[in-house]
């Protein structure tokens, strides 16, 4: 992936900040304990932790651009951690809840299950764990140049599985940003 994120970060917030996640983000928040600490992976401007964090809620933030961590802290007044989901070591942390929305849509298929299990080692027992996807068949590739992995639902039932996830509510919904996307959505709990 190229630094697109880090070169963009000032017009990916702009354009991704003022969205309203509440569509997509209550089932996520219904399944949630009072006072929850929510790891927010992908964070980008930092929308959905100034969300969640306005609903009672103890976000922190995760995510790979420097500039777009900066933004995001900013935005929200939580704390971002600068990483990679696929090589940070998830292991010396502990969070009730997961929110990885639209965070993992450039991790190729063959590598999903492996970054998933590495997050996924962030996530206290019983945990509950969002992810959502771009719908379809195969990868895209946008203008920026950006590969978008697209996924069917029924495509995550043996990686659900194997990562002993039970689906507790799936979503398909139109893209708010482009009509032309649809998003698989999956609240998740850790057995």
């Known amino acids: 992936m190229t630094d697109f994120y880090q070169a963009n970060c000032d017009m990916y917030f702009r354009r991704t900040v003022c969205v309203d996640?509440?569509?997509?983000?209550?089932?996520?928040?219904?399944?949630?304990?009072?006072?929850?600490?929510?790891?927010?992976?992908?964070?980008?401007?930092?929308?959905?932790?100034?969300?969640?964090?306005?609903?009672?809620?103890?976000?922190?933030?995760?995510?790979?651009?420097p500039g777009l961590a900066r933004l995001a802290a900013a935005h929200s007044g939580c704390r971002v951690i600068e990483g990679d989901f696929e090589t940070y070591d998830f292991s010396a942390l502990s969070f009730d809840a997961i929110l990885a929305s639209g965070a993992l849509v450039h991790i190729p298929h063959h590598r999903l299950a492996f970054v998933l299990q590495n997050i996924a080692k962030a996530l206290k027992p019983g945990g509950i764990f969002y992810i959502s996807l771009k719908q379809g068949q195969g990868e895209t590739t946008d203008g920026f140049g950006r590969i978008f992995y697209l996924w069917q639902a029924s495509d995550f039932e043996d990686i659900f599985k194997n990562l002993r996830f039970r689906v507790r509510h799936t979503s398909n919904t139109a893209s708010v940003l482009n009509s032309k996307d649809a998003w698989l959505g999956f609240v998740l709990e850790a057995l």
């Open 21 to 65: 996640p509440a569509s997509f983000l209550m089932p996520f928040a219904r399944a949630l304990p009072e006072d929850a600490t929510v790891l927010d992976m992908g964070c980008g401007s930092g929308r959905d932790l100034l969300w969640l964090k306005n609903r009672g809620f103890s976000p922190t933030g995760f995510e790979r651009s």
